[in-house]
């Protein structure tokens, strides 16, 4: 892993220490690149991160899956992300396609997740207007802490029922049937989930994008080309204007860029 992007005194020192590719970091190294920011004088604020893979002609998926166009070094980012988080957010398409599991609890991290006042492992928190849900998942009957729904008021209230049965808190986050996702960060934070990460899908990054509550893309920039008609990291609604984002690091492993932007 060697650190492109900002340049500082150890840039260079990172790299030689392991040749031209650099040499791999450790977890707390990682930890440390992408930690959160302090509170500000007003106190803690939610912070939502987040975390996508794109080919270099803006393929998010190959096939319906991300797993082909990653790499390990971006999965062990991504399992930093997660350990780093109070709460991941992810889409029910996403949840159903990419056969997700509760978030595990990490011993590299126990300490740190203790010190910071956050329980053993991040909640996965599911966006879902239908509920359309498998609940006899692992992800709802055995998590390591209980699997928040997002969804809203009219959602179907069976489902909302089938969905608490189950062992998940459902969470109202929207007057209507779907979720605002304004009301969501807040609904979140309001649980105390401060450090917030979603890690998609497409249509829910954008209907974040959108909702301007963004404040933070973490890219990994695959070296592949699939052409096809895959679907962009975000998707969804488009922005008045394009907004621009700033440029916060960039590392590389094995030709894979590692970008972090935040909100301008």
């Known amino acids: 892993m060697r650190r492109l992007f900002p340049v500082t005194d150890v840039t260079d020192e990172t790299a030689a220490a392991g040749g031209p590719a650099g040499r791999e970091w450790s977890l707390a190294e990682l930890a440390a690149a992408y930690a959160y920011p302090e509170p500000g004088p007003e106190g803690p604020a939610p912070w939502l991160r987040g975390n996508m893979v794109s080919t270099l002609d803006g393929a998010a998926q190959h096939e319906g899956r991300s797993q082909p166009i990653s790499c390990p070094a971006d999965m062990r980012i991504f399992g930093v992300l997660r350990a780093l988080a109070d709460v991941v957010v ?119 994008i959108a909702a301007d509550v963004l404040d933070e893309l973490c890219l990994t920039v695959a070296p592949m080309v699939t052409a096809g008609d895959a679907q962009r990291i975000a998707g969804g609604p488009s922005v008045t204007l394009p907004r621009r984002m700033t440029l916060s690091s960039v590392l590389e492993e094995d030709g894979f860029l590692f970008t972090r932007y935040r909100r301008a």
């Open 90 to 208: 992810v889409g029910a398409e996403t949840v159903r396609r990419e056969g997700y599991r509760p978030a595990r609890a990490r011993a590299e991290f126990a300490a740190a997740r203790e010190a910071a006042g956050q329980g053993p492992a991040p909640a996965i928190a599911v966006v879902s207007a239908s509920l359309d849900l498998d609940f006899s998942l692992p992800l709802f009957t055995s998590p390591l802490v209980p699997t928040l729904v997002l969804t809203g008021a009219a959602a179907d209230p069976q489902r909302r029922a089938a969905a608490e049965k189950a062992g998940a808190r459902v969470v109202v986050a929207g007057e209507g049937a779907g979720v605002d996702p304004g009301r969501a960060v807040r609904s979140l934070a309001e649980l105390g989930h401060i450090r917030l990460l979603t890690e998609g899908g497409p249509r829910l990054l954008g209907r974040l």
